[in-house]
Nanobody
Framework: QVQLVESGGGLVQPGGSLRLSCAAS????????MGWYRQAPGKQRELVAT???????VYADSVKGRFAISRDNAKNTVYLQMNSLKPEDTAVYYC???????WGQGTQVTVSS
């Protein structure tokens, strides 16, 4: 039973943009703060951005001013708009509720020239 489906990743040049989407099951999405996480090779998974049900957002310092998280409560979907991408943003990106539950497969983002 798939509950989190991330999409929108790909290969992009430095300075480029991507928009990630995460479709969640209603039981996961409703009433929860949602977050985007990422895991680079050889590193621990880190929290990138969060958004409450009311739309309050918090960002990691490394992405502040470049990334924007949003959610569509009617569609049970959370988005991550990523601008001015850097090679160090390369990672598998995941979404999850907070506190976290089971993880989806994630979507690979590669920033390279």
């Amino acid at each position: 039973q798939v509950q989190l489906v991330e999409s929108g990743g790909g290969l992009v040049q430095p300075g480029g943009s991507l928009r990630l989407s995460c479709a969640a099951s209603r039981v996961i999405f409703t009433g929860y703060t949602m977050g985007w996480y990422r895991q680079a090779p050889g590193k621990q998974r880190e929290l990138v951005a969060t958004i409450t049900t009311g739309g309050y957002t918090v960002y990691a310092d490394s992405v502040k001013g470049r990334f924007a998280i949003s959610r569509d409560n009617a569609k049970n979907t959370v988005y991550l708009q990523m601008n001015s991408l850097k090679p160090e943003d390369t990672a598998v990106y995941y979404c999850n509720k907070i506190p976290t539950g089971s993880w989806g497969q994630g979507t690979q983002v590669t920033v390279s020239s």
